[in-house]
């Protein structure tokens, strides 16, 4: 597998989980997910070949595919061999935190999969807990604010930790969304199904991107980044929609 050695001293050896959307529209974040934990330590790596989590099947009520998909994505990891396995995508991350649960009753990966559920963790949720490496201090000034993606805050429980990352960037003024824990209409698989409600919602999202005055936008989430991506767009706002781990890769590469 793809190994990226750990910059300075290696702390953690790490596993990095690509996903599906994040993989094929922003493979960016997954480098610089990959680049940021390389600056904190971790070694890491990435397994080719990756199956889906799940997480869509599961949404959609096929349990059985989502079932074989986490027996899949068990014997690709052999979470074992990690200190972590790190995702960077709240939808993926809230569905493969409960494999146990999935393959409860499955003498052969119960076990398994409940050392994988300890072992995930999102990118935010990670560099907190390990400590973030600052970036140099000769940052430029940005003003930005943080959607929370549902499966995320919701989900996943994370909260601070993304808001943490970003104020570990200095020169960045980070400005609190009105209701950032709210839908942007993405939901999964809800933006497909339901395009009205989910329309609603974005506009709704938007206008309070709007309040902030904000030149970027952050969110932890492929389905939200397009979502809000899209939704900007047509309402031509000049509006940067990023990972917020990509704003901390590119504080690091300005201090090399």
């Known amino acids: 597998a793809p190994l990226t050695p750990a910059i300075g ?8 989980l690509t996903g599906c959307a994040q993989d094929l529209i922003f493979s960016d974040v997954n480098r610089d997910t990959v680049e940021v934990l390389a600056r904190n330590g971790c070694e890491v790596v990435t397994p080719p070949k990756q199956d889906c989590c799940g997480s869509l099947h599961a949404h959609n009520g096929e349990w059985k595919l989502a079932q074989q998909l986490a027996r899949k994505n068990i014997d690709r990891f052999s979470p074992e061999q990690f200190d972590a396995i790190i995702t960077n995508s709240g939808g993926c991350g809230s569905h493969l935190k409960h494999f146990a649960k999935l393959l409860a009753g499955d003498s052969a990966y119960e076990n398994r999969a409940r050392e994988w559920d300890r072992k995930v963790k999102d990118i935010h949720e990670w560099l907190v807990q390990i400590g973030i490496q600052p970036p140099s201090k000769d ?5 930005v604010t943080y959607h929370e993606s549902c499966h995320l805050c919701h989900g996943q429980k994370i909260t601070s930790q993304p808001r943490q990352l ?19 209409g993405s939901a999964g698989i809800y933006n497909l199904i339901q395009p009205e409600m989910a329309n609603q919602l974005l506009e709704r999202k938007l206008k309070h991107v709007r309040s902030t005055g904000a030149e970027v936008v952050t969110t ?37």
């Open 166 to 184: 970003l104020r570990a960037i200095p020169n960045l003024r980070l400005v609190e969304l009105p209701e950032s824990n709210w839908c942007c």
């Open 139 to 143: 940052q430029p000034a940005q003003t």
């Open 220 to 256: 932890g989430n492929p389905g939200c980044l397009i979502q809000i991506i899209n939704g900007a767009e047509r309402e031509g706002l000049k509006l940067r929609v990023v990972h917020p781990v990509t704003l901390l890769a590119e504080a690091y590469r300005r201090g090399k």
């Open 9 to 16: 001293q290696k702390k953690f050896r790490v596993a990095m």
